[in-house]
């Protein structure tokens, strides 16, 4: 249907306003537009900022709010949470919405979810933490309504079960979720306070009784009011309001809504939505604006109610999902139905998330997947049961089994279902009369999240009905249903060959064969679907799960046949997480060393830390978006906003016609060069900015680039370089100055010449990986007097974006300001990606002389950010017949895409990292590739991860050529203390800071390895569709410090003022100065400086207060800055000093509050900077740790669950022992999101189609390691490093590589035992392959076998055969 657009900015409601409340307050709206989201509303027009935009797409949790609902029959409240992203403002009429700044505030008080968030610092950027406080929040008071026992003081009725799963569906990029479970898990009735991690609220080693009594209280009748009474009693007063037909219409009856339809239908051109929650646009993204009525279906009671007989149960079309789960598990006086029931309701658990389901209804679910041919879930389960729909067609009622419906042409527009029905079963009513006949009910889904906030590849649900045979042990499949969806298909369907050819069989390895073979030929998805093999695999394999128990099932009572089937519960993965934390703190330099809460903690989770987007619009603000190429190398002919009435509303179109005279096309600077702001007459590269629109909304700037039309021509270019091997043939190289390119170690021929073995030319391929920082790329450029442009940017280096900024614009340095205060997430993205988003602001605040804000969408922010380098490696290796390697060469191809950015750092930084082992020689050749893609920047760990993952993927390759343990090999290859100054020259510091021998040693012990690698080869024997695998890895990773500088200021009060280079990024930076800080002022040693780290505050990076800050990266600006505050401070106390004796020999003793005044008086300079260059001989070191990872491999499904992670990291003497672990934690999940999950997916011509949280998956709460055990080692003294610290930020990413490996080691059984059913046991290769990263399910699959279930049967048809 072709779209329109918006006719009007805002449309006036009937004679009704809308009235809810928003954390106590009464709002009233009299016009809106019905396309408004709650958050649009609740972002631009009131004070609570706490709800943050990340996704828009209901994929993420920042948004959540908690939805209060009155019933004034029966005078009760019900909440719930729900994505204010999707949820439009119209529909929450009479409501009461309660965000965290409602819990508490710094003013009011914190609430103690805001308390426990912070002492147990599970907040690091802060940009989730608001959304998982009301997650939480909301769990607890439906808690509270259960009627459960009573909990223990300080507790809820909460369960760890339910606090875990309270975040089920929120997002976190920073903290890896141990310490957010944690603060959940505090509030359980159930939890064991042992189990809890460390916090700010107790000491290790306190009773149990002591623990509690310093947990923050939690008293559940003090609860926040959810709804004001002056709500309720308007509500009361005017119990039916009315719906006038004006553009949002509440039809309350069916006849209300017939004659709506009719009316609307009847209007010619009219275009009509019907709406429930509204969270379909979340998956299809639909332009709501384009829409003239909407009808919101949920007041008519025939749609809305669940009504269950002895036939089944029927659920009203606008039921959410969560009340239909309800519903369901509610339990039926038949124990086979309740299992059904049941069933299908801890299926329907794992659609989307608990804030979703809140709102998303059933019949929308069904609406989307016959119309849209969205991958449903209900559709499939509801089909196995055979199901039936009543719609309403024409103004006529029908009812259709769900098959018809799903089969029929799509639903039109004016259609609507009214209800479902699911029908209990009787085996009798099938024609079967024996009482031995059992009825067996299963559903499946393989997703690459377990709990569920993510498509399925496949789902699938069976319902058979079985007789024991009476002439032997067998049973006979009297009837069976077989449904399968979401696989590429339009519709879920029923496989009814299979059905008809399993009916009335006895079940044999055979007829399973025979079935599994034909349903093969009937689960193929459609062209085009991405892992359509593995998809089909799936069916196949799902099959086999369900009917497999009933042939082993000879030999097994009858009776048992469903509690066989509960054992083969491969999907119950809710239990709960653990970890054990060991950290050392440092009282040496204290409050150094202390794991004080970070900075802001608190009123991060309440949601008042100020990000730019929360900053206030000045006065006639515009906002921007980016239109982007979709090509690789195209002329750009002209780009026109494709609607007159969109047109019109746009305040301007900027490119770069608009850079002013004496400005250069400019969008980032780095030392290597710079990257141009818009494309010019050359697009070269999909997802190049083009132009930049600018209008008075956000969101109307995001229509207009969406719909905007570019002109391409492509005549007599050549080719786009797609590849690197396209960019070796055509010379298409960024230089590596010679100083950043690493020397060769040793002779490679000669090493060669050494070798017993070699390996030739071996090849990996590594793709990208995008940030995915919660908070996208934004600015606010504000033209300023005299020329001037002060611009808040969400950046790690304003030093770069204010230059950039001024080349842009031609103007010298001191007319720009940059100010950055926190960012919500960087990991290396907002660095260099973030200036062009900065200057595109400038720039367009210079030529409208107004204010232009932007934030960029997910999906356009995925499109532009570039992410981690792709690269293409070829080595070949010699070893010696004991796995001592003696010589390696790597050709490295590594993708830059177009702009220089940071590139010609990746070579150092790879072979930093890969020199972690003693290669003997190692030669290679690295040439960084000059492409037509997006630019390629640092993100966490560059290069380093990358080359990490080759040196293990090299030593894996040479232990199974030498059919040896991967991990003697590895011990054969550690580094001795000569090698180690042979390889890292000028890092490798004093033989005592080589710690990572004791460090492998100890955690062999303490992760009980040995007994460990037994125990899984005991498990790998007994088990053929499970696998595990345990890996053991080290890394050593290079870092080094750069000038930073520091500004320390006394006010008059004794309160100090800090200024550093380095940006708060969620990593701890301003705590770690706040303690340094205090620690530094308080040798001055006068009483009261003891409490001097309440007297800190960390201020804003301001680009014209504080010069040269430099990078904010590496994982050493915390200590840089740390060190550069020192010199300060030293500098003070300097000063201070005979200010202090001549008071002391006056008084005896010297307050620090009257030490500063007298100061004061005597003219003190009690302010001072410092530019901290570190030394060249030793600003260079080396960072140790090792991790062991244990996972559970599924064959069936591919799916890889990690069991245990045991990390042990040298951070010498931590300066803060509780950050420290943060980031090691943090680092380590957002690795394995590298090596397991995140596909950073390109088209054809390079542009990025992984755009948004439906395609692109992070880690969440059900993929991270079941027990995670840290310890952050305290190495003692390192005399060269800022108090005997060392970095945390990035090093642990590279211990994840353990998970890949260990999953490679799973893989490894399982492909030894699929060559002993192919019958090739001992006489292949199977054990030699290359594990793709990441190692997504379909790519574990496909290395098990595709056809392992088909093998294991035809293994078994043979062993009868010849038995
Ligand atoms: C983040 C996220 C993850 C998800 N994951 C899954 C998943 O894993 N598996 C799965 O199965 N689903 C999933 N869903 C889909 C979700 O179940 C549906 O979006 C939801 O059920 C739709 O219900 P709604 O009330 O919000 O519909 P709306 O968005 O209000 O409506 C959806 C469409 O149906 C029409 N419509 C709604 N009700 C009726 C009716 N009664 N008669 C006629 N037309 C109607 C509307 O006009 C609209 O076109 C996910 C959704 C989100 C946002
Ligand atoms: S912003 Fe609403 S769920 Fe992500
Ligand atoms: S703290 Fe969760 S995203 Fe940063």
């Keep these: 249907m072709e779209k329109r657009e918006a006719a009007t900015t805002s449309i006036i409601r009937g004679g009704d306003s809308l009235v809810f409340a928003v954390n106590g307050e009464r709002f009233e709206l009299s016009t809106v537009h019905p396309s408004t989201t709650l958050l649009q509303f609740l972002r631009s027009q009131t004070r609570f900022k706490s709800v943050k935009l990340s996704c828009g797409e209901g994929g993420c949790g920042a948004c959540v709010v908690l939805l209060s609902k009155y019933d004034p029959v029966r005078d009760e409240v019900e909440n719930f949470g729900v994505s204010s992203c999707l949820t439009l403002v119209c529909s929450v009429d009479r409501c009461s919405i309660t965000t965290s700044e409602g819990l508490g505030n710094s003013k009011d008080g914190f609430h103690p979810i805001h308390q426990r968030f912070s002492g147990f610092h599970a907040s690091q950027c802060g940009y989730c933490t608001p959304g998982m406080c009301i997650s939480l929040f909301s769990a607890l008071v439906n808690a509270e309504k259960t009627p459960r026992a009573e909990p223990p003081p300080g507790f809820s009725k909460l369960t760890v079960s339910e606090a875990e799963k309270a975040i089920a569906g929120n997002l976190c990029r920073c903290t890896g979720y141990r310490p957010i479970v944690d603060a959940c898990k505090s509030f359980a009735a159930d939890v064991d306070m042992e189990d809890l991690g460390i916090n700010s609220f107790w000491k290790k080693g306190e009773s149990k009784e002591t623990k509690i009594s310093k947990l923050p209280f939690y008293n559940p009748s003090d609860q926040i009011c959810t709804f004001p009474e002056f709500l309720k009693d308007e509500i009361r007063s005017s119990m039916q309001w009315n719906s006038k037909t004006y553009s949002w219409y509440n039809p309350f009856s069916v006849e209300q809504l017939q004659s709506m339809l009719e009316s609307n239908l009847a209007e010619n051109g009219t275009r009509v939505k019907l709406v429930v929650g509204n969270t379909g646009t979340g998956y299809y993204k639909e332009i709501l604006d384009q829409y003239d009525k909407f009808i919101d279906l949920r007041y008519i009671p025939e749609l809305s109610l669940i009504t269950r007989d002895q036939k089944g149960i029927k659920i009203g079309a606008t039921v959410t999902i969560s009340k239909a789960i309800l519903a369901l598990k509610e339990g039926n006086n038949d124990e086979f139905h309740s299992q059904v029931f049941q069933k299908i309701a801890d299926h329907m658990e794992k659609i989307a998330s608990g804030f979703i389901r809140n709102t998303a209804s059933v019949g929308g679910n069904l609406v989307m997947a016959q119309r849209n041919y969205f991958p449903s879930d209900i559709a499939t389960i509801l089909l196995a049961v055979g199901s039936t729909v009543n719609i309403m067609t024409d103004l006529k009622h029908y009812k259709l089994t769900l098959e018809e419906f799903l089969g029929r042409s799509p639903l039109d527009y004016g259609s609507v279902l009214f209800s479902v029905h699911i029908p209990c079963w009787e085996p009798a009513r099938n024609g079967s009369k024996k009482s031995s006949t059992k009825l067996l009910f299963e559903t499946y889904r393989a997703a690459p999240r377990p709990l569920g906030n993510a498509l399925a590849y496949l789902n699938a649900a069976f319902l058979a009905e079985v007789t024991p045979c009476k002439t032997s042990n067998g049973v006979i499949i009297d009837n069976i249903q077989l449904a399968f969806g979401a696989y590429g298909t339009k519709c879920a369907i029923r496989a009814r060959k299979v059905e008809e050819f399993l009916a009335g069989k006895q079940l044999s390895v055979n007829v399973l064969s025979e079935a599994i073979k034909l349903l093969g030929a009937i689960v193929v998805p459609e062209v085009g679907t991405s892992s359509a093999a593995y998809r089909s695999s799936l069916a196949v394999g799902f099959l086999f799960e369900f009917l497999h128990p009933l042939v082993d099932a000879f030999l097994t009572k009858p009776s048992k046949i469903i509690s066989i089937h509960k054992q083969f519960d491969i999907e119950n993965v809710a239990s709960s997480l653990s970890r054990k934390l060991v950290v050392e703190s440092n009282q040496k330099y204290y409050p150094v060393g202390e794991p004080i809460t970070k900075a802001g903690a608190a009123f991060q989770a309440s949601g008042e830390a100020v990000f730019v987007d929360d900053i206030s619009s000045p006065t006639n603000c515009l906002h921007g978006a980016f239109i982007y190429s979709t090509k690789p190398l195209a002329r750009v002919k002209g780009v026109k906003i494709r609607s007159k009435a969109l047109q019109d509303r746009v305040a301007g179109l900027i490119s770069v016609g608009d850079i002013p005279e004496g400005g250069d096309n400019v969008g980032a600077k780095t030392i290597f060069g710079f990257e141009p702001l818009f494309a010019d007459d050359l697009t070269r590269f999909a997802g190049q900015r083009i132009a930049f629109v600018v209008a008075d909304t956000q969101k109307l700037a995001d229509l207009a680039a969406e719909s905007a039309l570019v002109d391409y021509d492509t005549e007599n270019l050549e080719p786009p370089i797609l590849t690197v091997e396209e960019a070796v043939e055509r010379s298409s190289f960024f230089e590596v100055p010679p100083f950043l390119y690493p020397a060769q170690v040793g002779d490679f021929s000669k090493g060669m010449a050494e070798a017993d073995h070699k390996i030739l030319s071996a090849e990996i391929k590594l793709g990208s990986q995008y940030y995915f920082y919660m908070e996208t790329q934004t600015s606010l450029a504000i033209p300023d007097e005299d020329n001037c442009m002060l611009v808040y940017s969400s950046s790690q280096c304003p030093e770069f974006a204010h230059s950039a900024i001024a080349s842009c614009l031609g103007v010298s340095e001191n007319n720009v300001r940059v100010i950055t205060r926190r960012v919500g997430g960087g990991f290396g993205g907002k660095a260099i990606r973030a200036m062009p988003v900065a200057t595109a602001c400038a720039l367009a605040a210079n030529k409208l002389r107004r204010p232009v804000r932007t934030y960029l969408n997910r999906k356009t922010d995925m499109v532009m950010a570039g992410g981690r380098h792709p690269m293409k490696v070829t080595y070949s290796v010699g070893f010696k017949s004991n796995g001592k390697i003696t010589a390696l ?62 040196a293990e993927a090299v030593l894996e390759h040479v232990a199974s050529v030498l059919s040896m343990n991967v991990d003697s090999v590895r011990n054969r290859n550690l580094h001795t203390v000569e090698s ?32 460990r690698i037994e125990m899984i080869q005991q498990f790998n024997g007994s088990n053929k569709w499970q696998k595990r695998g345990i890996s053991r890895v080290p890394i050593v990773h290079e870092v080094a410090l750069r000038p930073t500088p520091g500004k320390v200021s006394i006010l008059r009060d004794g309160s100090v003022v800090v200024e550093v280079g380095g940006i708060e990024l969620g ?81 005896g003793s010297v307050k620090w509050e009257s030490l500063i005044l007298q100061a004061h008086s005597q003219a003190v300079n009690l302010s001072t900077s410092s530019y901290y260059v570190p030394d060249f001989t030793s600003m260079h070191y080396l960072n140790y740790g090792a991790a062991v990872s244990e996972v559970e491999v599924n064959l069936v499904t591919g799916e890889t669950k990690i069991l245990q992670a045991d990390i042990i990291y040298d951070c010498g003497q931590s300066l803060n022992p509780a950050v420290d672990l943060g980031q090691v934690e943090g680092a380590f999940v957002q690795g394995l999101g590298f090596f397991m999950l995140e596909e950073y997916e390109t088209n054809s011509d390079g542009l990025v189609v992984a755009d948004g949280t439906w395609t692109y998956k992070i880690p969440t709460i059900d993929t991270i390691p079941k027990w995670f055990n840290v310890e952050v080692l305290n190495s003692g003294h390192h005399q060269k490093r800022v108090l005997s610290s060392k970095a945390s930020g990035e090093p642990p990413l590279l211990l994840a590589v353990s998970v890949h490996c260990a999953t490679r080691a799973a893989i490894k059984e399982a492909r030894k035992q699929l060559s002993c059913w192919k019958g090739l046991e001992g006489c292949d290769d199977s054990t030699i392959f290359q594990l793709e990263v990441p190692a997504t399910m379909p790519v574990v699959k496909e290395l098990c076998g595709l056809d392992n279930v088909e093998c294991y049967l035809k293994s078994l048809q043979l062993s009868v055969a010849t038995s």
């Excluded at 000028?986 to 955690?1003: H, M, Q, R």
């Excluded at 701890?1068 to 040798?1083: D, E, H, N, P, R």
């Excluded at 006068?1086 to 990076?1101: F, N």
């Design 889 to 950: 060469h790597l050709g490295i191809l590594i993708n830059g895409g177009f702009s220089v950015d940071i590139s010609p750092i990746m070579p150092r930084n790879m072979i930093g990292a890969l020199k972690k082992y003693d290669w003997g020689a190692l030669s290679f050749d690295i040439k960084v590739c000059k492409t037509n893609h997006s630019t390629k920047s640092a993100m966490r760990a560059p290069g380093e991860v990358q080359a990490s993952f080759i």
């Design 980 to 1011: 180690l100054k042979l390889f890292y020259e000028d890092s490798a510091g004093e033989y005592f800071e080589y710690t990572l021998p004791s460090i492998w040693d100890k955690l062999a012990k303490s992760s009980c390895l040995h007994q």
């Design 1067 to 1147: 990593q701890g930076i301003w705590t770690k100065v706040k303690q340094m800080t205090a620690f530094a002022l308080s040798s001055i040693q006068c009483d009261g400086t003891e409490d001097l780290l309440e007297k800190v505050r960390v201020v804003q990076a301001d680009t014209l207060s504080l010069i040269q800050g430099g990078f904010t990266a590496g994982s050493t600006t915390s200590e840089s800055s740390c060190e550069a505050v020192r010199l300060c401070c030293n500098i003070l106390v300097e000063r201070l000093y005979p200010v202090k004796n001549e008071l002391l020999d006056k008084a």
